[in-house]
């Protein structure tokens, strides 16, 4: 079933629950999605670029979070948070850092690593490969903590 089907279905359980944080953030989702569809003149939206719709917004609110954090707005920051996590929902479950760890050190085996300076060629591959399952600034963390 597609993301779009599932977030539909949520939406209207979030309308049945009087949910406005949750249907707020899932609103935005569907958004997300219709967009890049018109954009793509009505193809099908692939996994892929679900996964990345949903981590570009999760960052985007966990940024905002951080600002409002800063700027001693905790009634909009509590907002961003509560929508982050109900969008959260729809990811594929995230590696431990243990299995990013394992899945790092196969990847820099692949590509031939030995420095940093082969960082680039690492993270190209690992992007790929662990889209949707890890974030980027943990995949980048654990790739120069293996190439240093």
Do not use: H
């Amino acid at each position: 079933m597609s993301l779009e089907i599932i977030i539909s279905d949520a939406i209207k359980d979030a309308m049945r629950a009087k949910d406005k944080v949750a249907l707020d953030a899932l609103r935005a989702v569907k958004s997300q999605i219709l967009l890049l569809k018109t954009e793509a003149k009505g193809a099908e939206v692939s996994a892929e670029q679900e996964i990345a719709i949903l981590q570009r917004m999760i960052k985007q609110r966990k940024d905002s979070y951080d600002q409002f954090t800063a700027q001693n707005r905790s009634d909009l920051a509590e907002v961003e948070e509560a929508q982050s996590k109900v969008i959260e929902k729809y990811l594929p479950q995230q590696m431990t850092s243990e299995e990013l760890e394992e899945a790092m050190k196969n990847i820099i085996a692949e590509t031939g690593a030995t420095s940093a300076k082969d960082l680039g060629k690492v993270m190209g591959m690992a992007g790929k490969a662990l889209a949707g399952k890890s974030d980027g600034k943990s995949i980048s963390d654990m790739a120069k903590k293996l190439l240093s």
